[in-house]
Antibody, heavy 115, light 107 residues
Framework: EVQLVESGGGLIQPGGSLRLSCAAS????????LTWVRQAPGKGLEWVSLIYSGGDTYYADSVKGRFTISRDSSKNTLYLQMNSLRVEDTAVYYC?????????WGQGTLVTVSS | EIVMTQSPATLSVSPGERATLSCRAGQSVLSNLAWYQQNPGQAPRLLIYGASTRATGIPARFSGSGSGTEFTLTISSLQSEDFAVYYCQQYNNWPLTFGQGTRLEIK
């Protein structure tokens, strides 16, 4: 059974850093496209970042240069390193499987950026 | 960036009736469009991709149509579990973008 489980969210001050994890089961992260999507409280969905099965990475302009997507095949886990966090980065962060559209999603982890 | 505009923002429909949700793209996205359903406190669920192909396990009462800039999600004979928020998403151009959502509520 395919499962994605996020962790690592929490309360962080503006300018701080946080690393989100997404543990995958039922498939291998290295053989799949994986994406981060976020949702600010009470708002819609925003695509954040994508890692190709071949390792290429893509970012939304709003996070480019601050966020880094990566994966660890030994742990079958996807990561999102978030630096220089801003108040507007406050959101539930979901990991999802897919390149263009997403058939499996995690339950999400809440990141709150506030002083 | 392609702006996706969904209408209406809120749709009130009675159980058993048909619901029609619209999504308009700011420029052509061909058939590279997906629909998702999201219930409160839950992750989105993929319903439709390629504008009209139902995802695995999605009931036949959900159907998608359209191409280019105009798309429709139709839910025939609404069930209680269908009352949720629906999002369209284009994947023809970077960055991938979602609509703002349509809330489907019980009338």
């Amino acid at each position: 059974e395919v499962q994605l489980v996020e962790s690592g969210g929490g309360l962080i001050q503006p300018g701080g850093s946080l690393r989100l994890s997404c543990a995958a089961s039922g498939f291998t992260v290295n053989s799949n496209y994986l994406t981060w999507v976020r949702q600010a409280p009470g708002k819609g969905l925003e695509w954040v970042s994508l890692i190709y099965s071949g390792g290429d990475t893509y970012y939304a302009d709003s996070v480019k240069g601050r966020f880094t997507i990566s994966r660890d095949s030994s742990k079958n886990t996807l990561y999102l390193q978030m630096n220089s966090l801003r108040v507007e980065d406050t959101a539930v962060y979901y990991c999802a499987r897919g390149r263009w559209n997403y058939d499996y999603w995690g339950q999400g982890t809440l990141v709150t950026v506030s002083s | 960036e392609i702006v996706m505009t969904q209408s209406p923002a809120t749709l009130s429909v009675s159980p058993g009736e048909r619901a029609t949700l619209s999504c308009r793209a700011g420029q052509s996205v061909l058939s590279n469009l997906a629909w998702y359903q999201q219930n409160p406190g839950q992750a989105p669920r993929l319903l439709i991709y390629g504008a009209s192909t139902r995802a695995t396990g999605i009931p036949a009462r959900f159907s998608g149509s359209g191409s280019g800039t105009e798309f429709t999600l139709t839910i025939s004979s609404l069930q209680s579990e269908d009352f949720a928020v629906y999002y369209c998403q284009q994947y023809n151009n970077w960055p991938l973008t979602f609509g703002q959502g349509t809330r489907l509520e019980i009338k």
